[in-house]
């Protein structure tokens, strides 16, 4: 995976958090309390994906760059 994908990865997995986050502040506040678990999870799941394509884009930068020295 190039590191142009693990960012475009990142940012969209960041803002859906974005969005996670108001809709899940939306349906607290308006008391629709199932879909808080679905919207959290969402988030989650969002979060880790990001982090991996963090990971990811980390190891290519610092395995490309070791190498070009």
Do not use: D, P
Not at 46 to 61: C, P, Q, S, T
């Amino acid at each position: 995976m190039s590191k142009k994908i693990c960012w475009i990865i990142i940012f969209i997995t960041i803002a859906i958090n974005v969005v996670m986050v108001q809709w899940t502040v939306e349906s607290y506040l308006g008391r629709e309390y199932e879909k808080v678990i679905v919207f959290s999870a969402i988030g989650v799941v969002g979060a880790f994906i990001a982090f991996f394509a963090y990971l990811n884009w980390r190891k290519v930068e610092y395995t490309h760059s070791s190498k070009e020295e």
